[in-house]
C-alpha cells in the first residue's frame, strides 16, 4: 500500500520551544529581515515569543550627498548590511544628530539650511520640526548656532518628550564650546538657550530618572536639570543643581582634539555611568577607555557627595558610544551574539580620516566609496596594566559626515 505524502508542516504549527530555538540562532536583525521575507508566518510566529533586545546598528552616510540610494545600516552582529529607504523629502539628508530606541533618527537635510526631521527608519513615521521654529534664541548679533546633538526624554511621538540639543556658535573652532538648549515638539516655542555653562561647555547629556544630566567638558562638573513646562507648554528649568563630585583619578580634558580626550554620559546597571577616553599613560601616546559609575556617600555634615569609582568590567552588557547619539548598554548573553560581546565598547570616531590618514584596522566597502574602518584596541596598554575593557573603533573615510548608531525595534 502506498503511503500518502507527509503534510507541509507550517512555521505557526511548530512547537514554541523549537521557535525558541531557531529566535536563539536567528535574532540579529538582518538575518530576522530576510526570514520575514520568505517565510509569511515567520513574524507571527515570533511575536508569540520575547524577543531577544536588538543590538545597535551604524548608520553610514554615503559620502555624495546628491545620491539617492537607501541609506546602510551596518550590523556589528554578523558583519552584514542592511539597506533602508528614507522619505522622499530625506533623500539627501546625511547629517544624523540623535537616534532613539525603536528605530527613531534625527536628521537634517543639507547642504542648503533646513528644518531638522525626526524620522523612524523602520515604520516610515516622520515628525518634522517647524522651519518657523528651528533656530535657537541666542543674543542679537551672535552667530547662528549649528545643533551637533539631540536627546529624547520619551518616544518622539509623546506629547510629554522633551528634546535636549548639544548646540554650538562656531562649529569649525577647535575651541568650540556646546551649550544645551530644550524645545518640545509641537510647542509654538521654538529652542530655548540653558545659561549658566558657556564658559567652559557641555560634553555630553543624558536624560535619567527624569532629569537631565550635563557633564561639562574639563572640570567634568555634573550638572542635573530639572525640567518643566510654561503656560505655553514649552520646556523650562524648574530647578539646577551643581552636584558635588569628587574628582577622578587620572588626566582631564586640555582643550586639545576630541580624539585623544572625550567623555561620554549613559546608564549602566541602573547607575548614571560615564566613559572617559584619554591618553593615561606618559609612556604611550594612545588612548583607550575607562569607565566609571556616579556613587553618592553622606559626609560629616550631612552633606551628600558624589563620587565616581571605577568599573573594570562591563560584565554581560556591550556599550555602544557615540559623540552624535545616546550611548547605551546593552545586555549580552555569554558568548557573545555574532561579532557583538559582553565586556566590550563599541564607538564611532569624533572626525574622519583624512585620505592620507593611516590606522591599522579592517576595511569594508559601503555606499559607492564610502568607507568604515575597526581599529581593536588590545586589553592591555603594554605596560603590564590588564584591567582595561577591550574597545573597538569605527572611523569613516570618504565622507565628511560622521556615522551614528541606530536602535532598531526588537524583531
Given at each position: 500500500?502506498?503511503r500518502?505524502?507527509?503534510?507541509?508542516?507550517?512555521?505557526?504549527?511548530?512547537?514554541h520551544e523549537?521557535?525558541?530555538i531557531?529566535?536563539?540562532?536567528?535574532n540579529?536583525l538582518?538575518?530576522?529581515?530576510?526570514l520575514?521575507?520568505?517565510?509569511k508566518?515567520?513574524?507571527?510566529?515570533?511575536?508569540?515569543?520575547?524577543?531577544?533586545?536588538?543590538?545597535p546598528?551604524l548608520?553610514?552616510?554615503?559620502s555624495?550627498?546628491?545620491?539617492?540610494?537607501?541609506?546602510?545600516?551596518?550590523?556589528?552582529?554578523?558583519?552584514?548590511?542592511?539597506?533602508v529607504?528614507?522619505?522622499?523629502?530625506l533623500?539627501?539628508?546625511?547629517w544624523?544628530?540623535?537616534?532613539?530606541d525603536?528605530?527613531?533618527?534625527a536628521?537634517?537635510?543639507?547642504p542648503?539650511?533646513?528644518?531638522?526631521?525626526?524620522?523612524?527608519l523602520?515604520?516610515?513615521a516622520?515628525?518634522t520640526?517647524?522651519?518657523?521654529?528651528e533656530?535657537?534664541s541666542?543674543?542679537?548679533?551672535?552667530?547662528?548656532?549649528?545643533?551637533w546633538?539631540?536627546?529624547?526624554?520619551?518616544?518622539?511621538?509623546?506629547?510629554?518628550?522633551?528634546l535636549?540639543?548639544?548646540?554650538?556658535?562656531?562649529?569649525?573652532?577647535?575651541?568650540s564650546?556646546f551649550?544645551?538648549a530644550?524645545?518640545?515638539?509641537?510647542?509654538?516655542?521654538?529652542?530655548?538657550?540653558i545659561?549658566?555653562?558657556?564658559?567652559?561647555?557641555?560634553?555630553?547629556?543624558?536624560?535619567?530618572r527624569?532629569k537631565?544630566?550635563g557633564?561639562t567638558?574639563?572640570s567634568e562638573c555634573?550638572?542635573?536639570?530639572?525640567i518643566?513646562?510654561?503656560?505655553n507648554?514649552?520646556p523650562?528649568?524648574?530647578?539646577a543643581?551643581?552636584l558635588?563630585v569628587q574628582?577622578?583619578?587620572?588626566?582631564?580634558?586640555?582643550?586639545k582634539r576630541v580624539s585623544?580626550?572625550?567623555?561620554?554620559?549613559?546608564?549602566l546597571?541602573?547607575?548614571?555611568?560615564?566613559a572617559?577616553k584619554?591618553?593615561?599613560?606618559?609612556?604611550?601616546d594612545?588612548?583607550?577607555?575607562?569607565v566609571?559609575?556616579?556613587?553618592?556617600?553622606?559626609s560629616?555634615?550631612?552633606?551628600r557627595?558624589?563620587?565616581?569609582s571605577?568599573?573594570?568590567?562591563?560584565?554581560?552588557?556591550?556599550?555602544?558610544?557615540?559623540?552624535?547619539?545616546?550611548?547605551?548598554?546593552?545586555?549580552?548573553?555569554?558568548?557573545?551574539?555574532?561579532g557583538?560581546?559582553?565586556?566590550?565598547i563599541?564607538?564611532?570616531s569624533?572626525?574622519c580620516?583624512?585620505e592620507?590618514?593611516?590606522?591599522?584596522?579592517v576595511?569594508?566597502?559601503?555606499?559607492?566609496g564610502?568607507?568604515?574602518f575597526?581599529e581593536e584596541?588590545?586589553?592591555?596598554?603594554?605596560?603590564?596594566?590588564?584591567?582595561?575593557?577591550?574597545?573597538?573603533?569605527?572611523?569613516?573615510?570618504?565622507?565628511?559626515y560622521?556615522?551614528?548608531?541606530?536602535f532598531?525595534?526588537?524583531m
Amino acid at each position: 500500500m502506498e503511503r500518502s505524502a507527509p503534510s507541509a508542516v507550517q512555521w505557526s504549527d511548530l512547537p514554541h520551544e523549537l521557535l525558541g530555538i531557531i529566535r536563539s540562532k536567528v535574532n540579529s536583525l538582518s538575518v530576522g529581515v530576510r526570514l520575514a521575507a520568505v517565510c509569511k508566518f515567520w513574524p507571527a510566529a515570533v511575536s508569540l515569543l520575547p524577543a531577544p533586545p536588538a543590538l545597535p546598528l551604524l548608520l553610514i552616510s554615503p559620502s555624495d550627498w546628491m545620491t539617492e540610494i537607501p541609506r546602510s545600516l551596518y550590523c556589528p552582529e554578523d558583519d552584514s548590511v542592511v539597506r533602508v529607504p528614507l522619505p522622499g523629502s530625506l533623500i539627501n539628508s546625511i547629517w544624523y544628530h540623535g537616534s532613539y530606541d525603536g528605530g527613531w533618527i534625527a536628521v537634517r537635510p543639507t547642504p542648503k539650511p533646513c528644518p531638522s526631521v525626526i524620522v523612524n527608519l523602520f515604520s516610515g513615521a516622520e515628525l518634522t520640526i517647524s522651519e518657523k521654529h528651528e533656530g535657537i534664541s541666542c543674543p542679537e548679533g551672535s552667530p547662528s548656532p549649528v545643533i551637533w546633538k539631540i536627546i529624547f526624554s520619551d518616544t518622539p511621538t509623546s506629547s510629554s518628550c522633551i528634546l535636549a540639543a548639544m548646540a554650538t556658535e562656531n562649529l569649525m573652532k577647535t575651541d568650540s564650546k556646546f551649550y544645551i538648549a530644550l524645545r518640545r515638539l509641537g510647542c509654538p516655542d521654538g529652542w530655548r538657550k540653558i545659561q549658566g555653562h558657556d564658559k567652559e561647555g557641555i560634553a555630553d547629556i543624558m536624560f535619567y530618572r527624569g532629569k537631565l544630566y550635563g557633564l561639562t567638558r574639563f572640570s567634568e562638573c555634573l550638572l542635573r536639570l530639572d525640567i518643566g513646562v510654561d503656560d505655553n507648554g514649552a520646556p523650562v528649568v524648574t530647578a539646577a543643581r551643581r552636584l558635588a563630585v569628587q574628582k577622578r583619578d587620572g588626566p582631564k580634558s586640555t582643550g586639545k582634539r576630541v580624539s585623544d580626550f572625550s567623555n561620554y554620559l549613559f546608564e549602566l546597571r541602573g547607575n548614571l555611568s560615564m566613559a572617559v577616553k584619554a591618553i593615561w599613560s606618559k609612556q604611550t601616546d594612545k588612548p583607550y577607555f575607562r569607565v566609571y559609575e556616579l556613587g553618592d556617600t553622606t559626609s560629616t555634615d550631612g552633606t551628600r557627595i558624589y563620587k565616581w569609582s571605577e568599573v573594570h568590567s562591563l560584565g554581560s552588557h556591550a556599550l555602544f558610544l557615540g559623540p552624535r547619539c545616546s550611548s547605551k548598554a546593552v545586555d549580552v548573553p555569554a558568548g557573545g551574539r555574532g561579532g557583538v560581546e559582553g565586556n566590550h565598547i563599541y564607538y564611532t570616531s569624533h572626525y574622519c580620516l583624512r585620505e592620507e590618514e593611516d590606522k591599522p584596522c579592517v576595511t569594508r566597502s559601503v555606499d559607492a566609496g564610502t568607507m568604515y574602518f575597526m581599529e581593536e584596541q588590545s586589553v592591555g596598554d603594554g605596560f603590564g596594566n590588564m584591567d582595561r575593557i577591550p574597545s573597538l573603533g569605527y572611523y569613516v573615510r570618504g565622507s565628511i559626515y560622521l556615522p551614528t548608531w541606530c536602535f532598531p525595534p526588537d524583531m
